[in-house]
């Protein structure tokens, strides 16, 4: 309805236009200079209305988006939403937690593996150099040093192999 009326006013600015040149064109002196604020006038209300319309129509549109926005259905579902992302990042929060927790257990677990393999290694070479050290008398020297070089050699290494053979070894020479 209100644009309706805008137009028509719009249609009359431009007949009173018209008009006015249909009557600088006759050459009728005083009329054209009064009907041209009138016809600017008309206009200028025409485009006033429009606009005061737009602006109304923009102000409902924002107002009914706002109520529409707090409205209980949509708070809730904002609820809704917001309670499943932060359950999606607990959730991830577990498993790097769990993956974390998972990769220091097995560090922990290597290093103190390898410091229990250090100490039985380690116990294996003084149980050697004790059954070396009682049968010092029974071996020449050069073999008894060659053994002794030898389990040092294979304790360096850290070579749990080889330090059983070895131990094999003295254990047949008796």
Partial sequence: MIIRIALLL???AFALFSSVDLLL???I???PQLL??????TLFSAFSILLIYGLLALI???MRACVDY????NRAHRRLLFNQVRQQQVKQLYFF????LNYFVEA???KLLMANNQQHIHALSKAIDKELSTLKDQLSRTHYQALHHENIKHLRKRDINALLQLQVKIANIV
Avoid: C, D, M, N
């Avoid at 041209?36 to 006038?41: I, M, Q």
């Fill in 29 to 31: 002196p005083g009329l």
């Fill in 36 to 41: 041209t604020p009138l016809g600017l006038a």
């Fill in 97 to 100: 937690k769990k993956v974390q």
């Fill in 70 to 73: 707090l409205s209980a259905e």
């Fill in 60 to 62: 409902k549109l924002i």
């Fill in 25 to 27: 064109w006759l050459a």
């Fill in 108 to 110: 922990k677990r290597k």
């Fill in 10 to 12: 719009l249609f009359a």
